[in-house]
């Protein structure tokens, strides 16, 4: 690799140092360390996203880009590109996270037409293998970019145009095909733009049945190439459209449900969609959790002053640790992860910055981890909850769920044992109190 595209050369590797951390090591996160049964590294399974941390050139809607990295700097062609997908997997190993995520587009330079899009994208994921095997990394899930396009204006599986449609479909068979190629855990469809701006001029019943059927496609292809990771839908309720049908995990199991597709996708929860949803990031985890269908993390943040997506890096352990409570209770990852679905803010232009906000990212997320670990093991919340729920557990709760119990037997019991049930307290400032006494 030479100095233009050893980005980071000037840094060392990221290692765990404890308490006598520098600023360019990791406090907390030691990967080896056993929590609860599995290593850090086995319970967080980190991972970088290509497309915040190496494709965005820091622009937003009032300004243009101010990042001066070099593989940015170049005309969009085959060097820039592999330039990048170089320094990409160089900076995941050099942060020593086992994982990295893309789109389709992220790893190639830009294509027109199919013939250009197949041959480019093939390319990339022939060098993606390559690095993968030097650099010992992995993919945690790959993608398919449907929105950023102005084809996908009006949305990819849900446009109103079918050759849009086949477009997306050519994109995605290919990310699929190239991530069960490069032994992928997971294949990710986000919703970017399967929404509608306003009600005159969408058919919204055409649009939801367009998009169960290119759901059902994308598992039945998944089965056919032998892809044995979770196919993942991405939560997301508004921006950029104003209405989006994944809006929250509930919505999407309700979606899944319809098209008999709840026993084959699970959710990717996204803690800035959450919010912007009207939910806490553990909420939704939780909801996963108890609907079944809980599968992996993008692991960022939203600012509470601000309705949009902004993707910075988390850095509230407290809300971390919550959120870290409902993964476990959910069963931890299987195929899922931490991806760092996050970015550096525009003011933050150095290379070394991009060091920091995922130091920071790990660190949090492993204290939040070893806080879990510390509220789990007291037991006192566990105790509670399940004291709280003990009559279902007894002779009403049993008999309210058998199978040839009516609305009115139910009814008569309530009669006939002249039931006179009391509020009983749910402890809710004793509960927050023991969290913060493990923070």
Not at 8 to 20: H, K, L, R, T, V
Request: hydrophobic share 35%.
């Amino acid at each position: 690799m030479s100095a233009e595209t050893d980005y980071f050369s000037q840094f060392p590797d990221i290692a765990y140092e404890g308490e006598n951390a520098g600023e360019l090591s990791y406090r907390y996160y030691d990967k080896n360390r056993v929590v609860m049964g599995k290593t850090m590294e086995e319970h967080l399974r980190f991972s970088v996203c290509m497309w915040h941390t190496f494709c965005w050139p820091g622009s937003d809607v009032f300004g243009g880009g101010t990042f001066d990295r070099p593989w940015l700097s170049h005309d969009v062609g085959a060097e820039a590109a592999a330039m990048k997908r170089r320094t990409a997997l160089e900076f995941v190993r050099k942060l020593d996270l086992p994982f990295y995520c893309f789109h389709d587009v992220d790893v190639m330079e830009p294509a027109d037409n199919v013939a250009d899009y197949r041959q480019r994208f093939a390319t990339a994921v022939d060098h993606l293998e390559e690095l993968q095997e030097t650099t010992g990394r992995r993919l945690l899930w790959g993608t398919a970019n449907l929105f950023s396009d102005p084809r996908y204006a009006a949305g990819a599986a849900t446009s109103p145009d079918p050759e849009v449609y086949a477009w997306a479909a050519l994109q995605v068979r290919s990310a699929m095909d190239a991530t069960h190629r490069l032994g992928g855990s997971n294949y990710v469809l986000w919703g970017g733009r399967e929404g509608y701006e306003t009600l005159l001029n969408t058919d919204l019943g055409r649009e939801l049945d367009n998009f169960g059927r290119f759901l059902s496609l994308v598992v039945e292809h998944k089965h056919k190439i032998g892809f044995e990771g979770a196919i993942l839908i991405e939560p997301k309720p508004h921006e950029p459209t104003k209405h989006q049908y994944d809006f929250d995990t509930a919505t999407v199991y309700g979606f899944l449900k319809r098209y008999g597709l709840e026993n084959e996708v699970q959710v990717n929860i996204e803690a800035n969609h959450a919010t912007l949803s009207g939910h806490t990031f553990e909420h939704e985890i939780a909801m996963a959790g108890a609907l079944g269908i809980f599968g992996s993390i993008d692991a960022n943040r939203g600012d509470h002053q601000n309705g949009w997506d902004t993707d910075q890096f988390p850095n509230s352990v407290e809300e971390m640790t919550l959120a870290m409570i409902e993964i476990i209770r959910a069963g931890g990852f299987k195929t899922g992860g931490f991806n760092f679905d996050a970015k550096v803010r525009r003011q933050s232009v150095d290379a070394e910055d991009l060091l920091h906000g995922h130091i920071g990212g790990v660190d949090v997320l492993a204290r939040a981890l070893l806080n879990a670990e510390r509220i789990i093991e007291d037991g006192r919340i566990n105790e509670f909850r399940t004291s709280r729920y003990a009559g279902w557990h007894g002779e009403l709760g049993r008999t309210i769920h058998e199978s040839t119990t009516s609305l009115s037997d139910i009814a008569d019991l309530a009669i006939d044992r002249d039931l006179r049930p009391r509020h009983r307290s749910g402890r809710q400032e004793r509960l927050e109190n023991l969290v913060n006494r493990h923070m």
